[in-house]
């Protein structure tokens, strides 16, 4: 597939660009030029594709583990079907690893029990807010695609280069 080469090498194009996708995924928006937008567009919409497909695919398991007192205890879990595991992992190793951000009244032990039990929070994200909205949307109008929106702001001081918003709808 022919992809634009926005005067970059191919490292340094497919960093940027999964730094924009990554960007565009946690915000749900960005300010970039057209060429780099619609580049930015193609991945973040096959991720969003791929997480809408596998969203709610999902696994119950029953575990037995012996606790402190030597008691067997049985817990049912939720896990992830093989095929959203794969899908989990595909979109791990595009994205960056975006960090919660420690909001300003929050201690130190607020945020760490906030954010200990997820690992990657813009794959969450895409799991469990982006993929499920999205697919609600694709049943009430029957359609698939068109995930994300681009609005003209004019010309880029400084070079003429038509800036973008690139945002999810």
């Avoid at 609600?136 to 994300?148: D, P």
């Amino acid at each position: 597939m022919a992809q634009r080469k926005l005067g970059r090498t191919a490292a340094q194009r497919k960093a940027m660009i999964r730094n924009q996708v990554t960007n565009l995924i946690w915000y749900g928006r960005i300010e970039t030029t057209l060429e780099r937008a619609k580049e930015v567009r193609v991945m973040a919409e096959r991720l969003i594709t791929l997480a809408i497909n596998e969203c709610e695919n999902n696994v119950e398991v029953e575990k037995t583990f012996n606790n402190d007192k030597g008691q067997t205890v049985t817990v049912t879990v939720q896990n992830d079907a093989p095929s959203k595991l794969a899908a989990r992992r595909r979109i791990m190793a595009y994205l960056y690893n975006v960090q919660e951000t420690k909001q300003a009244d929050e201690s130190k032990r607020e945020y760490r029990t906030r954010t200990k039990d997820v690992k990657y929070p813009c794959v969450e994200k895409l799991f469990r807010e982006i993929g499920p909205k999205y697919k609600a949307r694709n049943a009430e109008k029957n359609c698939a695609g068109g995930y994300t929106r681009i609005l003209k702001k004019g010309p880029r001081r400084g070079d003429g280069a038509e800036m973008v918003i690139l945002e999810l709808v």
